[in-house]
Nanobody, 111 residues
């Protein structure tokens, strides 16, 4: 049974930083492209970033140069380091691979 468990969210002021983690189990983690998505209240879920099996990465334009995705295959863990946070980054952040989703971790950025 695949499980994705996010952690690391919290409340910060604009300009602050957070590092999210996603602990994966029930899958061969190194074989999977892994992604982060987010959903703000009243809005659709949107893509944030992907790290592929080969380590290459992609980012939404809105987070490029501020967020960094990484993975530790030995720990079966996905990360999202977020710097220069803005109020518009406020959302529930979800870990994803294939059609598996975690329950999310809340990020709130105040101005």
């Amino acid at each position: 049974q695949v499980q994705l468990v996010e952690s690391g969210g919290g409340s910060v002021q604009a300009g602050g930083s957070l590092k999210l983690s996603c602990a994966a189990s029930g899958l061969t983690f190194s074989w999977h492209d892994m992604s982060w998505y987010r959903q703000a209240p009243g809005k659709e879920r949107e893509f944030v970033s992907t790290i592929r099996r080969d380590g290459t990465t992609s980012y939404a334009d809105s987070v490029k140069d501020r967020f960094t995705i990484s993975r530790d295959n030995a720990k079966n863990t996905l990360y999202l380091e977020m710097k220069g946070l803005k109020p518009e980054d406020t959302a529930m952040y979800y870990c994803n691979t294939w059609d598996y989703w975690g329950r999310g971790t809340q990020v709130t950025v105040s101005s």
